[in-house]
Each structure stands twice: as C-alpha cells, then as structure tokens.
C-alpha cells in the first residue's frame, strides 16, 4: 500500500512536470506575442512594449523564462498581464463564483442518474428503458449553447423572470425572499446546462453496471431462493453495482475548476470558464497557464483519490 | 481408396466442415436490424454524407447553383418558405429554388445554401480529425502493444535529444550552437551503429554498457504520453491553440485530431497485448514475416471493432466541438458557413427570427444523434460478450 503510494506520487509529479513543459511550449512557440495584441493603440509606444518585456521576463530565452513563471507562481507572486492582479487572487475569487454552479450541477447529477439508470436497468427492454435511452442520447447529443438557448426561451417565456447574470442589477431593497429566489433562478439554468452530458453519460454508465450485475449467479440464487424482487434488486444487486461508482468522486475534482467555457459565456456568469475565455482573448498568458496547471493538478490528485478508494472499498484489488 | 474419399465429398448428405452459413455482411444486416435507433442512425448517417457531397458541387465555383454567399439587403430575415420580392432583385440574385426554403439571415443571404454548405464544412472538420486521432491512435497504440516490451537505450534517447535541441535552436535562430548540437547528434547516431556492430560481435567495453543502458520501456513511455495528454483540460487546450494559432479550418481538424487520440491509443494496445499472444502472430513470425506487416495486415484488423465504434462517436464529438469553437468566434472563419456559425450569427435575432438558431441547432442534434446512435448500435454489434444481454 505505502509502495503504491509512493511510486503512483512520483509518477503523477514526472506527469505534472511534463504537463508544464508542454504548456508552457504551446504557448509560448505559438505565433504572435502577447506585446503586439493591439498595435493599433497609439498607447503602446516601442518603449512601453520593450518595458512590458523587460517587466515579464519575455526578453530572456525560453527556459529561463519556464524557471521564473514556476518559481512565481509557486511563490504566489504570479500577476496577470493585463491588470497586474495576483493572478492566484483572480482565480480564487472567480473560482467562489464557479463553485455554486459545480456544487449544484453534481447534486443534479448523481441524484437523477441513479434513480434513472437502476430503474432503467430493472426494466430492461420495456417503455421506460427505451425511452430513457434514447433521452439520454438525445441529452449526449444536444450542442449545449443551442440547449441553453431553447432552455432561455422556455423560462423566460414561462415564468417572465431574468436568467443572465448570477443577479439582477438594482434589486438592493426588496425582502429577503424575494433576493433569494431570484438567485435561485439565476442559479438554475446554468447548472441544469451544466449537469444534462452528466447525467445522460452516467444513467448509461449505471445502468450497464446494474446489467451486469443482475446477471451474476448470486442475483440468480436470491432470486430462486423466493426473496421478493426489490430485495433481490436493492440488496443483492445495487451495492454491488455500486462499487466501481464511489471511485469516481474521485474523478469529479476536476470539474471544479474546468467550468464549462460556453454556458459561462451565454449567461454572462462570472466563473473560471468565463474567466479563462477572457485571458486567451487577451493572451493574458499567466492566467491561461495557471488554469491549465490547477486543472492538470487536479486531474492528476483525482485519479489518485479514485485509485486509493477504489482499494479501500474493494479488497479483491491489490495495486 | 481415391475414389471413395471423392464421392464421398460428392455426397451432398454428409456434411463435411463447411463455411458459416451466412456472411460477415449478412450477420452485421441481421443484428443491426434489431436494434431500430440504429438503423435510424446510419439511414442519418448516409442522407448526411450525400448532402454534403452535394453541398461541396453545389455551392463551391465561381457560379454555384446554390450561392451561399450572396448578399441580397433588401431581402433580410425572411422566414423560411417565403417568396422572394422579384422586382427588387436582379435576375442572378434571385434563389435557384424559387423561394427561400430555410429563409434568409441578417445579409439576406440564403441560409438553404449556407447550411449546404456548412454540412460540407462540418462533416470534413469530423472526419478530417477523426482521421488523424485514429492514425496516430493506431500507430502509438500498435507500438506500444506490439514493441512494449523492448526498452529505449540511453543512447537513442541522448541521440534524438541532440538532434530535436539542433533543429530547435536552427528554428530559432541560434545557428552555431544548432549546428554543434546537430554534429552531435548525428556522430551519436553514428557512433551507435558502430558500437552496435562491436556489440553484435561481443566485443562489450564497460564504457559501452553505460551508453547502451536500458531505460524505460516503449510501453511505459507511450502511456505515459497518453497520461500526460489526459491532464490537459480539452477544450480548454483547443480554444487556446485555435486562439492563438491564425484562423483556418485546417488548423482546426489539425488540433482537434492531436487532442483527442488518446482513446484510439488504449483500445489499439490493450487489443494487440491480447493478439500478440495467439498462434496466428505466432505463425506469422515463424514464416519471417516482417514485425511491420505483422501490425498492419495482421493484427490491426483485427483490432479495428473498438476504433471503429471510437471512430464514429469521436466524429459526433469533433462536429460539436467544432460548433462550439464556431460559437465563441474561433472556428471555421468567414466566407466558409458552417452549422456553428450560422448559429452563432443568428443568436442575436433569436426573437425576430428563430429559424436562424433553430434550423442549425437541430440540424446539429440530428447529425450528432445519428452518429452516436449508429455508433452505439455497432458496439454492441461488434462485441459478441454484449450481443446477448441486450
């Protein structure tokens, strides 16, 4: 267990190494400089571009430049390009607006996937299944900003109340209900958007595992054997379906910081996605390498959440 | 004794081991059948294709029949199905079909050709790319399985380091120490030729041991790249590269394609660690066949069910990545229409003219659903453990 421990901690360091590396290249061997963004703009004289090189280390070559980006952004010293924020300051703040979105749509998720993948499974081949199929497919499916939209008319429609933005603006003095219900609303969309490739994927996902399951030679026995069917269904089957899913909370770390670009974008919501979106329009560098390094270390410590659960819950599997 | 064993095989009652009554073909047809949303998905599949052939000859030359890009502002955001005002047109401007079938978009410009045109654009943009994933994911993969096993010597690495440090510092401009490192490299790879000549004879200096030195193995390397690959957030990594790169429709194939073999690669090498061991590589290399064509002609096809099902719902991916790069502004840029920028320019007037989100987005739905449905279906098609349960 301690061995596993340690190799699978250096591995994902050698990753992570490698991870920066490659970014940090992408970046920065792509064509155009972040000093000739707007050279239109009678502001940015040759000597305010040579200043802004000097400032950000970009007359240095490559390599040293990668040593000081880590060496500040280790250092929490890192500022953006663009307004000379603390880039680690941005990112928390953008990452508070993000976070009800995620917390929302994970609920959304794994409480309606379950529910509809089980019964999908139990009734396999009948109405419900059939339809729950092709439903998910069709969720799968759907370009997200084109369901954003459809969902936009829909609510706006219906209920005549205002989704963009995570507020409405001048709503200072109005009662307390009247202040939460409108962030509720404003909340709803975007993480019903948010959680649809979620839930069609994973009511999939638990309903092939159940498949499985249910076929087993146990499952036959208890079901020979006279117990009534939700016992068989609930006991027998579920919680041993449910194995392989307690790993993937580990898998879910990574969305907390991947919001998603586009339905951050239509209802104009101040998160991490949004927020990356802005730094590549601006080739605010630090930002767009920050993020990436965030997400990578959270790709990288959720797999190994998932692996060391996955040895916790199930003592068949030695690593 | 001859004669018997011949009338014997003459003898229509006794049956000798024959072929499987029914071909590969007529299995597929008569599994897929069953599987209703299927069909429903490769009958899409097929309509799709044949529109955006004749998306490419009717809207591409000098003098389309279609002309996506002609601009008529007299004439802007009529719904669908309405008639063209004649005699406020020249006679070219005037639509071939004689009415707007899908309607016209803010320029006046006929969306019926627009979205012709952009079925083109979007089903190149998903095979184009799914194409490159698929050949890169088969060469790693095929790699990884079939060479695993051996380990990369030091000197390969110390030798590709060189040359990859040569040509970087050429590209960017530092011409000495390039070439240094270039002279380098290339006496590396000489030297080792020679040692290994030395080798081979069982000549082995101590000096050579250290230059020969096992490092990891090819399999350990590729999937680490594939782990590494797996870290980056993709469409995050995609909008920042398309971003940054200029604006091209091949720069988008290209890109979506680099960032998304990565599933190609497992399948291809978990196949190949299973077929490597069967009798039939066996045989093959006992005849000398060589390790290329064992891959390729032998192994790889047999291996092709999983990339195939990949293949097809990495299509349906790449089309809607596509559209949501269109949608941000950095996709296929103008005058090429695509789905997701018909989309994207109609969403401002989504209250005087649905038809301009509508008609795109549902075009999208449909292609997408067919491709991930008829992928579905030839999943369980293709793997004979799913084939009962369902």
Redesign the interface.
């Given at each position: 267990m301690l061995s596993f421990i340690g190799r699978s901690v250096i591995q994902k360091i050698i990753t992570l190494f490698f991870v920066m590396v490659i970014s940090f290249l992408i970046i920065h061997l792509a064509p155009g400089e972040p000093s000739q963004v707007d050279p239109l703009n009678p502001k940015f004289t040759p000597e305010m571009v040579e200043r802004f090189r000097e400032a950000f280390h970009l007359d240095k070559p490559l390599h040293v430049q990668f040593v000081y980006f880590y060496r500040d952004l280790f250092t929490g010293k890192t500022v953006s390009w663009k307004d000379n924020e603390p880039v680690l300051k941005k990112i928390g703040e953008r990452f508070l607006n993000s976070l009800p979105l995620f917390i929302v749509g994970t609920i959304l998720t794994w409480t309606l996937a379950f529910p509809i993948g089980i019964r999908s499974a139990i009734a396999r081949g009948g109405v419900y299944d059939r339809s729950a199929t092709f439903v998910s497919y069709l969720l799968y499916s759907i370009p997200g900003f084109f369901f954003a939209y459809i969902l936009i008319l829909l609510v706006v429609n219906t209920f005549h109340v205002p989704v963009i933005g995570m507020k409405t603006f001048g709503f200072g003095d109005v009662s307390v209900l009247r202040t939460i219900m409108d962030r509720v609303w404003h909340l709803l969309l975007p993480s019903v958007l948010g959680a649809t490739v979620g839930i069609a994927v994973l009511s999939r996902y638990v309903r092939s595992q159940m498949l499985e399951v249910e076929s087993q030679d146990y499952v036959r026995t208890a079901r020979a054997k006279g117990l009534p069917s939700e016992q068989v269904h609930y006991k027998h089957a579920l919680r041993n379906a449910l194995l392989p899913f307690v790993t993937m909370f580990g898998l879910i770390l990574p969305g907390l910081i991947g919001g998603s670009v586009i339905i951050e974008s239509i209802f104009s919501w101040p998160g991490m996605g949004r927020m990356a979106y802005e730094a590549i329009l601006a080739r605010d560098y630090p930002i767009i390498l920050s993020v990436n390094f965030i997400s990578a270390v959270l790709v990288l410590i959720g797999t190994f959440i998932s692996d060391l659960l996955y040895m916790v819950v199930d003592p068949r599997i030695h690593l | 004794m001859k004669t018997d064993s011949k009338n014997l095989f003459q003898n229509k009652d006794i049956e000798g081991p024959s072929a499987p009554q029914e071909s590969r073909w007529q299995e597929f047809w008569r599994l897929l059948r069953r599987n209703r949303?299927a069909v429903a998905g490769l009958i899409i599949f097929v309509c799709f294709l044949f529109i955006a052939l004749g998306g490419l000859v009717l809207t591409s030359g000098t003098r389309p029949v279609f002309d996506p890009a002609m601009v008529r502002l007299q004439e802007k955001l009529r719904p669908p199905l309405s008639a063209p005002r004649v005699e406020d047109l020249r006679p070219e401007e005037i639509p071939t079909l004689g009415i707007y079938l899908l309607g016209t978009d803010d320029l006046g410009r006929d969306v019926f050709s627009r979205m012709l045109q952009g079925a083109w654009v979007s089903s190149t943009v998903g095979f184009v790319a799914v194409g490159i994933a698929v050949l890169i994911g088969i060469v790693m993969g095929g790699i990884a399985g079939y060479f695993g096993q051996n380990h990369v010597r030091f000197n390969q690495i110390f030798v590709t380091i060189a040359l990859l440090a040569g040509a970087g510092l050429l590209m960017a401009g530092i011409i000495v120490l390039g070439i240094a490192f270039l002279v380098v490299g290339i006496t590396g790879a000489a030297l080792s030729r020679q040692w290994k000549r030395g080798l081979l004879k069982g000549r082995l200096k101590p000096w050579d041991k250290v230059f020969f030195a096992r490092t990891i193995s090819i399999d350990t390397l590729i999937m680490?790249l594939v782990?590494?690959m797996?870290?980056?957030?993709v469409?995050?990594?995609i909008?920042?590269?398309v971003?940054?790169?200029?604006a091209s429709m091949y720069n988008i194939m290209i890109v979506i394609g680099l960032t998304s073999w990565m599933g190609t690669t497992r399948f291809v090498r978990a196949e190949l660690l299973s077929l490597r061991e069967q009798d039939f590589v066996t045989a093959a290399k006992a005849l000398g066949v060589k390790d290329w064509r064992i891959i390729f002609r032998h192994m790889i096809p047999n291996a092709m069910a999983p990339v195939l099902v990949s293949a097809t719902i990495g299509i349906?991916s790449a089309i809607?990545i596509e559209?949501?790069l269109s949608?941000?502004g950095f996709g296929v840029p103008p005058p090429h229409a695509t789905w997701?920028n018909i989309?994207s320019d109609g969403?401002r007037f989504?209250f005087d003219a649905p038809w301009l989100?509508f008609i795109p987005?549902f075009a999208?739905?449909i292609v997408?659903?067919a491709f991930?449905?008829f992928g579905?279906g030839l999943r369980d098609i293709l793997n004979p453990k799913l084939r009962e349960?369902y």
């Open positions: - | 949303l680490r782990d590494i797996l870290c980056f957030p469409f995050f990594l909008l920042t590269v971003a940054l790169l200029p349906a809607l559209a949501g949608f941000l997701g989309l969403k989504i989100t987005g999208i739905l997408v659903l991930n449905l579905e349960r």
